[in-house]
């Protein structure tokens, strides 16, 4: 079968960690194109920008983008329009609306448009929804706590309006949460900190229950050294669960369930996108853009000590 040929958009920390890696040692893809401002990308087609790819490269079957949420919309609707099946990082969009209307468009054109979540393609969160499925949720709490100035060096987009904060990494354990929780979830209160020099929170609390009332708590802090957090748990009536790792580690009742996984995440998004290229169909879920969205609209905001790089 004839590999897809993908061009890449943003070559940035994710595109070199993880889509040129896993592109390059692909038997359904064949990374034939980048198109990035400030870099390039050794032994394939480099541009400046999309529209010079999709001019000079007309033969791509698909567009991954990989640059800041702010910059989402405007590169998907230009591949949609050239007839292109899309992949977008995570976090959607820059606006709720923005990726209701890229959702309509990729299904109007009848192309693909997935709307990725890496973290759901995390080795543990498969089982940890099928175990959730068969009990019943008391309660859960999330910790995700990481030192900004290790994982996002000189991200100025992050700290711009639009660019999530604090969220950025936070969306990933949403993510989760409404993959792996059987019931609809919502934001009861949320508390947003703001340094006094940026205009995206640096850490976030968030009260979140269930339709049913099952209460959630989640924590979000950039500020966090030492040991990094990516935890997640949920106690319920048959025994409790914690996801580790961003959802590499799973354990039950105490006992870790399987090997950790870190390599077999973005390999496992990619059989997906395939799949969704074949049969030319969207999958688009921005209920945890919603969440954020939610605990910016009811979010106490809180101004604190300015940060620096
Ligand atoms: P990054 O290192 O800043 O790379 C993004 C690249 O996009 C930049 O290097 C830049 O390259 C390009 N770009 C295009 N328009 C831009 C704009 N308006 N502002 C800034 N850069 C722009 O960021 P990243 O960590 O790769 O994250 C990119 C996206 O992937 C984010 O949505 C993030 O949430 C998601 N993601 C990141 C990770 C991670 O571990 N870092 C993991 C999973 C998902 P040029 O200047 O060359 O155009």
New binding site residues.
Partial sequence: MQRLRVGL??????????HIPVLRDNEKFELVAA?????RVDGIANF?DLAGMLSACPDLDCIAI???????FAAARLALDAGKHVLL???PAATTREIALLAAHAARRGLALFQSW?SRFAIGVAPARAWMLERRLQHARILWKEDVRV??P?????WQAGG?GVF??G??ALSILTEIVPQEVLVSAARLEFPANRQAPIAAQLKMRTEGGVPILAEFDFRHTGVQTWDMEFATDHGSLKLALGGSQLFIDGVAQQPVDLRGEYARLYARFAQLCAARATEVDWRPMQLVADAFLIGERATVEAFSD
């Fill in positions: 958009v943003g070559i940035g920390k994710i595109a070199r960690d993880q198109a990035s401002r400030n870099t400046t990989c640059t800041p949420p702010q910059a989402h990082e995570k976090p890496h994982w996002h000189g991200q100025q987009w992050i999530y950025d990494p969306i990933n």
